[in-house]
């Protein structure tokens, strides 16, 4: 009886019905109330919830009985990394590793949280571990985005703040820009001002301070600057895409679609263009162009944690919640792996409120097909629209369940199931 309610518990939480997991787990340990990794399984179920404290105390529990499995240390790591207890992960991270040295994955969060609490260097030293046991897996993702975060924590010639007058167009550029996000706008604003004394004709100077002003919102005074560096000639993808976020603010949708679509032009392998301008069309109420813009930036950028989340939103405004829930929970892993913590919280919000709204609409065929498809996939909603994708090409002109079925039936024909 325990392991029916125990296989039921990993079937649901398969596919992402994770309040009916949770439900099955309890009825588990009912039964069988000394088993850690039912806890560890309803702790993962809690997680993906949300529901971050209730996760903790099962990991605990876990723990308490199992002190050598990885997955509760692993799990209560991440959840605490989740609450900002930097220590408390930390230490999770490590008992993780001690329980299994060759644990990728644990390395390179370890790597995730010794970053954000400043130390670099054994940042680094993790994520080369961690690089180098996901090419052991073969899995070349993993060790490309390990490395690529090795690459910016590289040492590198300390920066000494320019002297005004000799300012290369670069370092003003980027460095104020840098400067004003990270919260000394005043200073950024003085320095571009001195600047635009110096050549009042500096269109890409207007257009940096556009960008800093933009982050003080006061939108108007930027869509000015932006004009300006406009009129001097300073015409980049860049000026079209951040006058249309401010353009955005200000509920000018025509306008900033407008915009977006110049920077598109002028940049057409900047996935960020393709998210500004989804967002716009999501304004408008064109759900379905915003899914498909923010699908095109995903293509170029498949680990895009604000198109993932977008998305997801999108999903909901067209009614379909599975894929919703399928981008939120991609956005929130992606935000976890790029220390991106406002994103990652906003993301966890709306998901957790989306999994525990009652829909009171019955499943339409196409959405029980869909969450078929989800649970072989893994979850994954890029996999599946992939396979459909693929189907549509060598298939055209079939009905959407037909799609559905014809790629369900392959995937378990080549599972043998």
Not at 1 to 18: I, K, S, V
Not at 47 to 58: N, P, R, T, V
Not at 228 to 242: E, S
Not at 354 to 371: A, D, F, G, H, W
């Amino acid at each position: 009886m325990t392991d029916d309610f125990y296989q039921r518990g990993l079937e649901q939480a398969q596919q992402q019905r994770y309040g009916d997991a949770i439900a099955s787990f309890s009825k588990a340990i009912e039964h069988h109330p000394h088993r850690a990794n039912i806890y560890s399984q309803r702790g993962l179920a809690h997680y993906d919830l949300g529901q971050l404290h209730e996760a903790i105390s099962d990991y605990t529990q876990a723990i308490g009985m199992d002190g050598q499995s990885v997955l509760p240390y692993y799990g209560r790591a991440l959840t605490r990394l989740a609450l900002q207890n930097l220590p408390g992960a930390l230490a999770d991270v490590e008992e993780a590793i001690r329980c299994d040295a060759d644990h990728a994955s644990a390395h390179r969060l370890r790597g995730v949280i010794q970053r954000k609490q400043g130390n670099t260097k054994a940042a680094v030293t993790s994520f080369r571990k961690a690089a180098e046991l996901f090419i052991d897996r073969r899995d070349v993702e993993g060790a490309r985005q390990c490395l690529a975060t090795v690459e910016t924590l590289q040492p590198t010639e300390s920066k000494v703040a320019p002297k005004r007058g000799i300012r290369s167009e670069k370092d003003y550029f980027e460095q104020l820009v840098e400067q004003a996000q990270q919260g000394n706008i005043q200073q950024a604003l003085a320095d571009i001002n001195w600047i635009l004394t110096a050549d009042p004709r500096d269109g890409k100077a207007y257009c940096c301070r556009g960008i800093v002003r933009c982050k003080q919102g006061k939108y108007s005074e930027a869509l000015s600057d932006f004009n300006q560096a406009l009129q001097l000639h300073f015409q980049q993808a860049i000026v079209y895409r951040n006058r249309g976020h401010a353009r955005l603010q200000l509920d000018d949708y025509p306008g900033a679609v407008a915009d977006f679509n110049h920077a598109l032009n002028l940049d057409p392998q900047q996935a960020q263009n393709y998210v500004a301008r989804g967002m716009a069309y999501h304004k408008m109420g064109h759900v379905m162009g915003a899914v498909e813009d923010y699908a095109e930036a995903l293509q170029l950028k498949p680990d895009h944690a604000a198109a993932f989340y977008q998305r997801g939103l999108a999903y909901l405004d067209a009614g379909e919640k599975l894929s919703a829930i399928a981008d939120l929970q991609r956005a929130i892993s992606l935000y976890v792996d790029q220390e991106d913590w406002v994103g990652h919280k906003q993301a966890l919000a709306t998901l957790q409120q989306v999994q525990t709204s009652k829909s009171v609409t019955p499943e339409t065929r196409e959405e029980q097909l869909r969450k078929q498809l989800m649970a072989l996939v893994g979850g994954q909603w890029a996999i599946a629209e992939r396979f459909l994708r693929q189907a549509k090409h060598q298939y055209p002109g079939r009905s959407e369940e037909w799609y559905f079925e014809t790629v369900i039936a392959d995937l378990e024909r080549d599972r043998g199931l």
